[in-house]
């Protein structure tokens, strides 16, 4: 297992790992400096340029251009607004604790630079409410930055004002969803919002907003200084550029790594993470987050490449958030769809019926059926039951009867249960195979 | 409310649309082709039904809902036979209280979020919202916070389960056990459409109905729970005589005559003058008509007057350009000179707190003291209690509207007793002295039928149909066999008059000033002073109580008939319940005394008064019984289609009523100063009545500056009014003009 990582956006990081969140760490290690060639050259839209060239996508979950994002914004509104999703709820994600942590003001460097190419003068971070030292030292990098003159009104003497306001969360897996994330950054209930309306045509009070993920903005200022084509060279296909992957559960080493996109799930398992707890086998392994659908010890599965794309089309699985969850073979996937389910039932918000009522009767089933207490034709039901939620989850593209993923989210595991273990379950509630 | 896309019932299919949009909240495009009933959508409303029911606790046998509930509806409608839910239910203590009123089923709540956004948007009250997460997802109010809303009772009504319930209804009924008629709610002068309805002869419930120019089917607490009085235990139900100095329980014949003779005697002795009638402002229409008509064509007095010194002259309340509700939405601007809509007139208050926060008209809070609407104002100009609005605030406010375009609606009221009328008249003036602005102003005179009783003529000086007595004298001579000489006192007068011992008889229709009149202390002197006392009335107030012969009376939910709103829109009201005891309706009563003092009213029914009044009151000219009956929103008077029959005058100044525009606007001088130009008001043109032509839909009243040129056509010859009513014929002498005077001095 010859796969190294690529350091990009952790490479501060791990090259001054006593100080490089204090803004000496960072100014000596060359922050702030691509900020000021920005100002420098005074134009916003060489900035969208590049990052369209990059093919950067998002890094929270969804995987949407970023550049185009930008581009949805109407002509001519002003205020917009610059919301950064830092709230990181998705189980085993925790590669934006990490940035936020110790490298802030890479990030405030990026929300600087995004803001100057959107035309945004006050930006928000929507930062998860555990993040304490997160929020230590992003409130301290912030004041840092404004002290030396990289934030605040006309920045380094360029005519440009910005802003950053940072809010903490307060527990809701659900404010990751950015318009449920407006709403709680509104003061609102986190709940989210029927679109359209659109964040970039009417967000944040009702203002043209862009949401953009903490990692994604990290990586602007490195995207601006290599050049968007010299970016888009790093990784596979339309999966451009580095990802940082947060591999846990039966691994020997689980951590954040940042690899090139298009090296393979064997790769970072067996080669970064060191492979399997006790030397055993792999049984299945969540590739992109807990909502995500599963795969499993395979080879086909492990040597797929990390291409948002290929897995999407091919096993109808996500990258999400880079958050891969490793099971060995003494793991009872039922067990694992119900832990699952008992997240996502606890953090439905309430506001759809089918996901509301749905996630907590799924929940309910799985316990029965991994606790012994199966019957027969629960694994009919509950597939029935999250077609409600989810309708055409097995063939894809299957639609949802919610207003945002979460839902869907739940049904994921099901679907994977189905799919790949149905003769296991079927045995478990009494049905011989 | 806006559409929340929640439940997740009304999703559809739509080509071109990949997914499922709810189509409550999916625009409507051109060319959308839009399915509902495909195997996918109707899956999904299934499934949703289902999901809906798994933690619902389906006590339907005991839930107050259970039978009017659209969650069966739609179950039966569109959802699974069977669940395949057998997990245990989610349960919570039930019922909770919210308020002193309102109990929460949690158990029973669907999310549906109607009662909190109805909280927030409509009441602006957000004293309830979700709590917890998932299918915990629970409706509460704060913390040592109960959800006091004036208005929480309409969340009971939104409730499309039995979640929300009213502690006064809860296990009363079942709803296929109601008998319900569509009335009108008397608690405020709002009138609000509702739905009475009663189980064994017992009024249960009070729902709101959709009324679009009024409530919007919104009720408040007051007129929804204020019911259980009707069939309260003090309620009195037979008539009573003084006996002995003590009242005892008689026959109406015995009760009847002795009312009759002792005015029989005093008619004799002292004449009409010493006796007085106060009150009538709680009944219908036709209550106060019968009265006014036994007080003033019968008894021959003029001392009359529903209100008790705590509203505006009626002068003002009938002279005045007057204001439709829904003015309002489309207004220029509204001046609020008092009192706190929300305090008096409740659903008056949503009214301007949509006009103002969601439509965006700008409204001026000037009222003595702050109250609900501050927080939606435009502007906020307090003035010292008994000062008039400042003069730049008028000017503010004239500006704002004929910038804005649309009337400028002033809603007058008295901000306080405390206070005398004069301010608020004098506002209006200032108002009413504007050029080139639409002003109109509607009433927040709060009790009940006060509006009713003034245009049937219960108030000094004023006879039927916004007519004054000189103006009504002929007229009503040649119908009623004789109208007073002379204006008579207002009720301060009157109680004065009784406390000097000039009254010898005092007629209470329903009033109590012990506790109504601003001056409680003349009210007892008053009281003390005068030998006789008839009380019409419903219950033993302290006033009643002094009565000589207590006649009972029937109430709301006992009477048909109609009434007037502050709009002047008039609506009926209709009997759910038989009367308690022997009790009967006002009119009746007043008919039967008539009829011992020699005059035969000949009305049998109260459809035959509502078409006396419709054939003899000018500004009610065609409203008859089978026309409000008929008429959806009930009916604006003047009716339009009359309007060229009946001449509106000022005095001293004549101007034509536009076009469903009530009565015509003209300018109100303090102390009662003519406008400049016009002839005293002693130089009464002779009547005279105009050609009928179709008023154009667009006419706007003619500019005050010519307006002062036009003077009375005083050699116009006296025309029959012409009718076109079929239902309506008139003989005798022309129908005098609907008045208004200024204001009086």
């Known amino acids: ?433 | 409310m806006k559409p929340v896309g929640m439940c997740r019932m009304c999703l559809v299919e739509v080509e071109g649309v990949r997914g499922f949009p709810p189509a409550c909240t999916t625009p409507v495009t051109d060319g959308m082709v839009v399915r509902t009933r495909t195997d996918a959508v109707e899956k999904i409303q299934e499934g949703v039904l289902e999901f809906l029911l798994i933690n619902h606790p389906l006590d339907c046998p005991v839930c107050d809902r259970g039978g009017e509930c659209p969650l069966q509806d739609q179950t039966l409608a569109f959802g699974p036979g069977e669940s395949r839910f057998v997990e245990e239910k989610r349960h919570y203590e039930k019922p909770i209280p919210l308020s002193n009123m309102i109990l929460l089923d949690r158990e029973r709540c669907i999310q549906c979020a109607r009662c909190t956004r109805f909280a927030e948007e409509i009441a602006g009250d957000p004293l309830i919202d979700f709590v917890s997460r998932g299918d915990r997802t629970q409706v509460l109010n704060f913390a040592e916070q109960p959800f006091e809303s004036y208005f929480s009772g309409n969340t009971v009504q939104i409730c499309p389960v039995g979640a929300l319930l009213a502690r006064h209804y809860r296990f009363k009924a079942r709803p296929w056990d109601l008998a319900t008629a569509e009335t009108s709610c008397t608690t405020c002068s709002v009138h609000c459409r509702g739905a009475v309805q009663s189980s064994s002869n017992r009024i249960v419930r009070l729902l709101g109905v959709d009324l679009d120019p009024v409530n919007h089917g919104w009720l408040c607490d007051k007129g929804r729970y204020g019911i259980d009085w009707v069939h309260a235990d003090d309620r009195v139900r037979e008539p009573h005589l003084r006996v002995g100095g003590e009242l005892r329980e008689v026959s109406w014949p015995e009760a009847l005559d002795a009312a009759a003779g002792e005015i029989r005697k005093v008619l004799r002795m002292h004449g009409p003058g010493a006796i007085a009638v106060l009150g009538g402002a709680r009944g219908t229409n036709e209550d106060a008509y019968a009265w006014a008509r036994l007080a003033k064509g019968v008894i021959g007095t003029d001392h009359v007057d529903c209100q008790m010194g705590d509203g505006l002259p009626a002068e003002v309340v009938l002279g005045v350009r007057r204001a439709e509700i829904d003015d309002c939405d489309r207004a220029g601007a509204i001046v609020v000179l008092g009192p706190d809509p929300r305090e008096e007139v409740p659903v008056l208050f949503l009214r301007l707190r949509r006009a103002a926060k969601d439509l965006g008209v700008p409204l001026f809070d000037c009222t003595p003291v702050g109250g609900s609407l501050a927080p939606y104002a435009a502007h906020v100009a307090r003035r010292v209690p008994g000062e008039p609005v400042g003069a730049d605030v008028v000017e503010l406010a004239a500006r704002t509207a004929r910038e804005r375009g649309g009337p400028l609606v002033v809603v007058a009221g008295r901000p306080s007793v405390a206070e005398a009328p004069d301010a608020t008249v004098r506002s209006i003036a200032a108002f009413g002295a504007l050029d080139g602005v639409d002003v109109r102003v509607l009433s927040a005179l709060r009790r009940g039928n006060v509006h009713g009783a003034l245009e049937m003529g219960l108030a000094p000086g004023f006879l039927p149909g916004r007519v004054t007595l000189d103006a009504g004298r002929e007229w009503f001579t040649q119908r009623w066999g004789g109208v007073p000489a002379g204006r008579g006192l207002d009720a301060d007068g009157i109680l004065r008059a009784a406390a000097e011992g000039r009254v010898h008889v005092l007629v209470l229709l329903g009033a109590d000033p012990l506790l109504d009149h601003p001056d409680a202390l003349l009210a007892r002197r008053a009281l003390e002073g005068v030998p006789f006392v008839v009380a019409v009335d419903a219950f033993r107030s302290e006033s009643a109580a002094r009565a000589d012969v207590f006649l009972p009376c029937t109430v709301w939910g006992e009477q048909n008939g109609t009434v007037t709103n502050l709009e002047g829109r008039v609506q009926r009201v209709a009997r759910r319940v038989a009367p308690e005891g022997t009790a009967m309706d006002d009119w009746r009563i007043a008919s039967e005394l008539a009829y011992r003092l020699g005059a035969d009213f000949d009305l049998a029914t109260v459809d035959e008064v509502t078409d006396e009044i419709a054939a003899v009151a000018p500004a009610a000219l065609g409203a008859t019984a089978a026309l409000v009956r008929r008429a959806r929103d009930g009916v604006v008077l003047p009716l339009r289609e009359h309007l060229g029959e009946i001449v509106v005058r000022t005095r001293g100044l004549s101007i034509l009523a536009e076009e469903g525009a009530g009565t015509s606007w003209d300018p109100i001088r303090a102390g009662g100063a003519a406008p400049a130009g016009a002839p005293a008001a002693s130089g009464e043109p002779a009547p005279r009545t105009r050609r009928r032509r179709p008023v154009p839909a667009r006419t706007r009243r003619r500019p005050r500056t010519r307006s002062s040129t036009r003077t009375p056509r005083a050699s116009a010859p006296p025309t029959r009014p012409r009718c076109t009513s079929g239902t309506v014929r008139q003989a005798g002498p022309p129908r005098p003009r609907v008045t208004r005077t200024l204001c009086a001095s």
Not at chain 1, 161 to 184: N, P
Not at chain 1, 384 to 409: E, H, K, R, W
Request: some cysteine; glycine content about 12%; overall charge negative.
């Open chain 1, 1 to 433: 297992m010859s796969v190294e990582e690529r350091r990009i956006v952790t490479r501060r990081l791990h090259e001054r790992p006593e100080d490089s969140w204090t803004i000496d760490g960072a100014l000596a290690s060359g922050a702030y400096r691509v900020w000021r060639e920005v100002l420098r050259t005074g134009d916003p839209a060489a900035v969208q340029e590049q990052v369209r060239l990059s093919g950067l996508r998002g890094r929270g979950g969804a995987g949407f251009p970023t550049a185009q994002k930008w581009s949805f914004l109407p002509e001519g509104r002003y205020p917009r607004y610059l919301v950064v999703n830092g709230d990181e709820g998705e189980p085993s994600t925790f590669k934006d604790r990490m940035l936020v942590e110790r490298d802030p003001h890479q990030l405030v460097e990026g929300i600087a630079i995004a803001s100057y190419a959107i035309g945004c003068n006050l930006a928000f971070v929507y930062l998860r409410g555990e993040f304490a030292l997160g929020y230590e030292r992003l409130t301290q990098a912030i004041a840092d930055a404004r002290s030396h003159g990289f934030l605040g009104r006309d920045v380094l003497g360029s005519g440009f004002d910005l802003d950053v306001v940072v809010h903490r969360g307060a527990g809701a897996y659900i404010c990751g969803e950015e318009t449920a994330l407006i709403e709680s950054l509104e003061g609102e209930r986190g709940m989210p919002r029927i679109r359209p309306p659109f964040p970039a045509v009417e967000g944040l009070y009702a203002k043209p907003t862009v949401v953009n993920n903490v990692e994604t903005l990290s990586t602007l200022p490195h995207i601006v200084e290599m050049g968007g084509e010299e970016y888009a060279k790093l990784g596979v296909n339309r999966s451009t550029g580095t990802r940082i992957f947060s591999v846990s559960g039966h691994v020997k080493r689980p951590g954040n790594y940042e690899v090139e996109l298009g090296v393979t799930f064997r790769d970072l398992v067996f080669g970064l993470a060191g492979g399997i707890r006790d030397d055993r086998a792999v049984k299945f392994f969540i590739p992109g987050g807990a909502s995500s659908q599963w795969l499993t010890g395979s080879d086909e599965h492990l040597d797929a490449p990390l291409d948002m794309d290929f897995v999407q089309q091919t096993y109808g699985v996500m990258l999400g958030s880079g958050a891969v969850m490793v099971f060995d073979d003494t793991t009872d996937p039922l067990l694992v769809a119900w832990r699952l389910a008992k997240f996502f039932a606890h953090e439905s918000c309430g506001k759809c019926t089918p996901c509301r009522e749905g996630t907590g009767w799924i929940e309910k089933v799985l316990y029965r059926m991994a606790h012994g207490m199966g019957r027969p034709e629960d694994l009919d039901l509950l597939f029935d039951v999250g077609d409600n939620i989810s309708p055409g989850v097995v063939n894809a593209p299957f639609t949802q009867t919610t207003i945002c993923p979460l839902g869907p989210s739940v049904v994921s595991s099901i679907a994977s249960l189905h799919r790949y273990f149905r003769d296991e379950v079927q045995a478990r509630v009494g049905v011989s195979a």
